[in-house]
């Protein structure tokens, strides 16, 4: 069983950054695979970045690459998503979820989720 937290959203004018942090509970978080996720109002929840346990492996959805950077530190069972360049476009709740073998990008491949925080990026 894994237990999610997010925090660092907030709002941001556009061109700006935000750190978001995804503390994880349970002693098998270097084990998972860690996702980040968002969902803006009457859309669905679409995928943001992903990384493997080892940190070896990463994926970004097109729309945030050379913009965000997902990072974990397992010693701290920590996840993070640093987003630069803001845009109002990246306006959303932002969720963080975890699975215990290779990263995906599908949120059902997910089992473990974060309440989410919200990200506002004023134009």
């Known amino acids: 069983q894994v237990q999610l937290v997010e925090s660092g959203g907030g709002l941001v004018q556009a061109g700006g950054s935000l750190r978001l942090s995804c503390a994880a509970s349970?002693?098998?978080?270097?084990?998972?695979?860690m996702g980040w996720f968002r969902q803006a109002p009457g859309n669905e929840r679409e995928f943001v970045a992903a990384?493997?346990?080892?940190?070896?492996?990463?994926l970004y959805a097109d729309s945030v690459k050379g913009r965000f950077t997902i990072s974990r530190d397992n010693a701290k069972n920590t996840v993070y998503l640093q987003m630069n360049s803001l845009k109002p476009e990246d306006t959303a709740v932002y969720y963080c979820?975890?699975?215990?073998?290779?990263?995906?990008?599908?949120?059902?491949?997910?089992?473990?989720w974060g309440q989410g925080t919200q990200v506002t990026v004023s134009s």
């Open positions: 990384m493997s346990w080892s940190g070896g492996s990463t």
């Open positions: 979820a975890a699975r215990s073998t290779s990263l995906r990008t599908r949120s059902s491949d997910y089992n473990y």
């Open positions: 349970g002693r098998t978080f270097s084990s998972y695979a």
